[in-house]
């Protein structure tokens, strides 16, 4: 779905009472794509519950339906999809449309890569500036092949998928799950041994899920932060269940909205514990929040937790560029708690930021410095200048990006005057039900 055509809705924050109660964030956003398009790779029945109900994974959906699969609601949060088995997809007869979604189109794009069809990609006006080539250079490799492109292969583009795919040995170059699971994708249905290697490990959820369907796929520890990822071709991937927990990249919002505001108690249920994903976490709590987890779980290898955060005062602190992967989406919300915080908050290794829905890196400079933060960007790195209290008073521009529209909104729960925000739409990409869940906190927003 594109915003494009439709009008802006801006939301206002203000500093608002204590935030508490109960909640629970939406259904993980990577694995939700993740199980839809195994699903469809798959024969027989997966039947998914508690699916994030976004627009990125609803493109997603609508995707696999073209290509073949039966992909049907079943009740709230809870999906079923009938399988085409690897390499069975159907030449699609319209354009498949991913939005705002990175994710959903990198992935397809190596599914459709190991199928013998042609399928045209599109998105919105952020996608189709974003970097395609990491992923295209090895499917190209692989066998597939590019027809037409926009410039330096970016969106809309024609991809014309391998008949007979080859397996490779991929060194990815930059730390980048989707460019690992679009070439996985793809090995599925290559004959012979699929091989990803990453000098920096990567969210690991494509492996752990196709282990889960019944692939074999082995993943051995590479130099001090990588891994070694060897999945064998031409699986036969069977339905299975999958549960999906709640995506820690959505609860990290009412997470540093409930440390910044004064006096809140929150508690957020079933969040991802995911060590690849779990560095925000991490690094509030080296700048002294209180973030208790309790009642640890686990499903399909994913394990989940409830936390109870509690207002903290925060202190600035160093984040080491080899925590960015586990991290990559929580700087904008990390940023937000740095300014709120006692001393400064340098991030490093923050290149990937700007290859994102948005320049993450100059947006968030940007949303700090009309709200009177002071922020420096030095080549790669951020650095916040927390003074323990935001002035606020500024309109935020979004440019089509959910997260910097979501923190700015919390750094308006806490700033001493309120914070405006110039379009809220595309909050709906990952978290539809951000500003009720928010105001049940009791978040004022207006
Ligand atoms: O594989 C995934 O589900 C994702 C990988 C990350 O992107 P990169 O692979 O570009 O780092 C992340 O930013 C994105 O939100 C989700
Ligand atoms: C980067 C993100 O997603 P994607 O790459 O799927 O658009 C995100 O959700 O922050």
């Not at 508690?50 to 079943?74: C, F, H, Q, W, Y």
């Not at 793809?186 to 990453?198: F, H, S």
């Not at 740095?338 to 340098?346: H, L």
């Not at 991030?347 to 994102?356: N, S």
């Amino acid at each position: 779905m594109t915003h494009s055509a439709t009008p802006a809705t801006p939301l206002e924050a203000r500093s608002s009472g204590p935030l508490t109660g109960k909640a629970r964030v939406p259904g993980d956003k990577s694995i939700s794509h993740r199980a839809l398009i195994l699903g469809a790779l798959s024969v027989g029945e997966t039947r998914i519950s508690g699916l994030l109900e976004g627009e990125d994974v609803l493109n997603t959906a609508k995707s696999m339906r073209a290509l073949g699969a039966r992909v049907e609601r079943i009740g709230e949060f809870a999906w079923s999809v009938h399988g085409v088995g690897v390499a069975g997809f159907a030449q699609p007869e319209v354009p498949l449309d991913f939005g705002n979604s990175g994710t959903g189109c990198r992935l397809v794009m190596g599914a459709v890569a190991g199928c013998p069809i042609t399928a045209v990609f599109d998105g919105d006006a952020s996608l189709r500036s974003r970097p395609m080539r990491r992923v295209l250079d090895p499917l190209e490799l692989m066998g597939a092949c590019v027809g037409s492109s926009g410039e330096g292969g970016r969106l809309p583009l024609t991809l014309n998928g391998a008949r007979d795919p080859l397996p490779i040995l991929y060194r990815t170059p930059v730390a980048s799950a989707q460019i690992k699971s679009a070439v996985l994708l793809a090995g599925l249905a290559a004959p012979g041994v699929t091989t990803v290697i990453e000098t920096e490990a990567s969210r690991d959820h494509t492996e752990l899920m196709l282990k889960h369907f019944g692939a074999q796929i082995v993943s051995t520890p590479e130099g001090g932060h990588g891994r070694k990822i060897a999945l064998t071709g031409q699986p036969e991937l069977h339905g299975a269940e999958v549960v999906v927990p709640a995506d820690p990249s959505s609860a990290a919002f009412p997470l540093v909205a409930a440390l910044i505001v004064e006096g809140s108690d929150v508690v957020l249920s079933d969040v991802m514990t995911n060590p690849l994903r779990t560095g925000l976490f991490t690094t509030l709590r080296e700048m002294g929040a209180s973030i208790e987890q309790s009642h640890v779980r686990g499903d399909a290898g994913e394990p989940m937790a409830q936390f109870r955060v509690r207002a903290s005062r925060l202190r600035g602190v160093e984040v080491p560029p080899e925590r960015a992967p586990s991290m990559i989406d929580e700087y904008l919300v990390l940023a937000v708690a740095a300014a709120f915080a006692e001393g400064t908050t340098i991030m490093r290794g923050l290149q990937e930021l700007r290859v994102k829905e948005s320049d993450r890196l100059e947006a968030t400079a940007a949303m700090l410095r009309v709200n009177g933060v002071k922020v420096e960007i030095s080549g790669n790195d951020m650095i916040v200048e927390g003074m323990g209290h935001v002035e606020g008073d500024g309109l935020v521009a979004t440019h089509m990006d959910h997260r910097i529209a979501m923190s700015a909104l919390v750094m308006g729960l806490a700033s001493d005057k309120p914070v405006k925000v110039d379009d809220t739409a595309f909050i709906a990409t990952s978290f539809p039900d951000f500003i009720p869940m928010m105001r049940s906190l009791g978040a004022e927003f207006s």
